[in-house]
């Protein structure tokens, strides 16, 4: 059983900075994929950020140049530096994991996992 951690959500005002913290923790798996979504009152969820392999990172063309992803493929675990946050950027922003595991003959198993999510509001 593999479960996602997360921490760092808050109020805070326009122009300022939070950042997101996600743990996966468990036995016998490997985190692919960490994704932070997010859903605002209304709207559907939807990708803001992604980190394959510790390295490969994308991003919504909504936050491109304010947010930055970072990952430890050692730790599991995946932050999400927000800046300059907008009151656009408002919503509960959830993590998830793809991750993989292989049971004893070496069969791979592959799944995704999501964290419980953590309100992030932006007001002035």
């Known amino acids: 059983q593999v479960r996602l951690s997360e921490s760092g959500g808050g109020l805070v005002r326009p122009g300022g900075s939070l950042r997101l913290s996600c743990a996966a923790s468990?036995?016998?798996?490997?985190?692919?994929?960490f994704g932070w979504h997010r859903q605002a009152p209304g709207k559907q969820r939807e990708l803001v950020a992604s980190?394959?392999?510790?390295?490969?990172?994308t991003y919504a063309d909504s936050v491109k140049g304010r947010f930055t992803i970072s990952g430890d493929n050692v730790r599991n675990t995946a932050d999400l530096q927000m800046n300059s946050l907008e009151t656009e950027d408002t919503a509960v922003y959830y993590c998830?994991?793809?991750?993989?595991?292989?049971?004893?003959?070496?069969?791979?198993?592959?799944?995704?996992?999501w964290g419980q999510g953590t309100p992030v509001t932006v007001s002035s």
């Open positions: 998830n994991a793809e991750v993989v595991s292989y049971d004893l003959r070496g069969q791979e198993r592959r799944w995704t996992v």
């Open positions: 468990g036995n016998g798996f490997n985190v692919i994929t």
């Open positions: 980190i394959r392999d510790g390295s490969t990172t």
